[in-house]
């Protein structure tokens, strides 16, 4: 491979993300759940939902096929500042946790498989060996990052490899919807540390886990990641601000849901590492934002504020600790019930079209939309194979992506759709 490759990331490009935005089929989309709710009721957060989910796929019969749920591992090296992970998992090394999702050993892995979702592991970076399995996908960059209070967490070249291997992962997966999750020691503080930097929010308030926090420890976090901050304090380039403070799952899964918008799949965005991902992914393509939803496996405070960055919030809430992927796991019945209310005909009633009336002739003239039919069309949940290499170009090194504002980041596709399509609680 030469150099000029090793030195370049394959990113997509921001015009072949398409925003989802298309008012002639969000119109169609609520009158159909209208026309529903006449005769069966309404049903609440779950119609703006399914209007995502119809908008996503551009059709008025969303539809979904091998759902994906993809937990990436990685080491960091703050972990000997004495950083630790979310949630209560965080006595247990990577690898050991890398382990127990193989061996289905943790709820994730039980409700993945009884809902359908196909579960991968992959090793963007754990320190230790993790044994061969049918699951696991071996992408280990390095054996962990560096210690960012130090020097960058990783080279810009070791941070394209990984974005370079996401994409590629996307491309490998099957079915139409990705939900990802990031697991590793230190994975929090790093994915803080990103979020910080590259949205302007306040550190303490990712830190915080909640009202119970002791003081002493915010203040340690605190002193470690204010001293990483410093050092690498005139990073703003969206892939160095990963370079300096970020983890090799982050890296993996900004590549994943770049390729993902770039299909019009569904994201499913699930934990503090992925919501840092996804801040890098929405700098190199802002419209990527339209293309997920949100969950949550643990109650810790910080996430609350990591999805405030999104306006978003979780599909569900149901004040759980448990390892990030477990909430994506439970929330796709949610998903998968709401395309029903689009897709699965009341009895009696009339199929109807695809697409809305002179739905072809609009398409093509709306800025920036994908052909609807003829060569190079993207069909309603397909992901076209053999379409990534034309889509995808070589990125110049870090500086060639131009900032992007907080204000170019799209709050929602129209309306006042909510970004995670509605929150559903349990008392």
Known sequence: MDEPHNRAIMSV???????????????????????????????????????????????????????????????????????????????????????????????????????????????????????????LLARKIAHGTRNSRVTSAMSLDQAHAAIRAGMEIADSLAGNAVACAGIGVGSHQSA????????????????????????RELAHLMSVLQAAQARHKDVIDPVEVLAAFGGFEMA???GVMLV????????IVDGMPACAALMVAARIAPAVTDYCVYARSHSHQGLDQAFALFHASALLELGMESTDGTGAT???????????LLTEVAEGEDAGPTHPGAMNSTIDSGRGMLPASGPGALQPGSSRPGALPAALSAVSRPGTLP?????????????????????????
């Open 192 to 215: 803080a540390l990103v979020l910080s930097r590259l949205s302007g929010a306040r550190l303490s308030d990712l830190l915080i886990s909640g009202p119970d926090m002791e003081e």
């Open 13 to 135: 490009n921001r015009s072949l993300i398409t925003p989802t935005s298309n008012p002639l089929m969000e119109q169609a989309l609520r009158k159909k759940l209208q026309r529903r709710a006449e005769t069966t009721g309404g049903l609440g957060e779950l119609e703006p939902l399914a209007v995502r989910l119809g908008l996503i796929q551009n059709t008025l019969k969303p539809r979904f096929r091998t759902p994906q749920i993809t937990i990436f591992a990685s080491d960091h090296g703050l972990a000997v500042d004495g950083m630790t992970s979310a949630g209560p998992t965080s006595r247990q090394s990577t690898a050991q946790l890398a382990q127990q999702l193989l061996m289905s050993q943790l709820p994730v892995a039980v409700f993945a498989r009884i809902q359908g979702l196909e579960l991968s592991v992959v090793d963007c970076g754990v320190a230790e060996s993790v044994a061969p399995h049918a699951r």
């Open 403 to 427: 900032p992007v504002s907080d204000d170019e980041l799209p709050t929602t596709s129209s309306g006042d759709m909510p970004r995670g399509g509605g929150r559903a609680t349990t008392s």
């Open 252 to 254: 993996m899964m900004v």
């Open 330 to 340: 439970l929330a796709w019945p949610l998903v998968r019930s709401a395309a029903a």
């Open 260 to 267: 993902a918008g770039s299909k019009r799949h569904l994201v």
